[in-house]
């Protein structure tokens, strides 16, 4: 590998998204975020997730579902609990469940939320419920 390559590979590997915000998804370099104590986007100082952290595992679609859908109504219930705390977790987990969902955009919506929107889409239903109350922020 020459010097010219090598430079390029290290420029490359400096524009790499190292970390993804771990309420709202968003990824950055380590550039991106040196020196700062909260999300650039938005705001949370939570923990954010190392990309390296990132894994494949073999699960089903409806164990997977199960899982969201507990997730999601947990935290629903805490954020109903809590409201007076700045981050809802109900953010974090539909975070989550969009990245896996695109994974598989074919499959049947991960989230109560995305099913029960789905539905009103595809049966044409009008209800004076704006999505943000549904999810509950
Ligand atoms: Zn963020």
Redesign the pocket.
């Known amino acids: 590998m020459g010097v010219l390559t090598s430079h390029f590979n290290l420029k490359a590997m400096k524009n790499e998204k190292t970390v993804r ?1 771990s ?2 998804g ?1 990824e950055f370099t380590d550039e991106e975020i040196e020196g700062v104590m909260k ?1 650039p ?2 705001g ?1 100082k939570s923990l954010p997730c190392a990309i390296s952290d990132d894994v494949e595992i073999k699960i089903n679609w409806h164990e997977l579902r199960i899982l969201v859908i507990w997730a999601e109504n947990w935290a629903r219930k805490c954020d109903a609990e809590e409201s007076d705390r700045e981050e809802k977790m109900m953010l974090s987990i539909m975070t989550i469940a969009e990245r896996l969902q695109r994974q598989f955009p074919e499959k049947t919506k991960l989230t109560l939320f995305g099913e029960v929107r789905e539905l009103r889409k595809e049966y044409n239903i009008e209800t004076n419920i704006d999505d943000d109350k549904l999810l509950g922020l």
């Open positions: 915000c309420l709202c968003k999300c986007n938005c949370t």
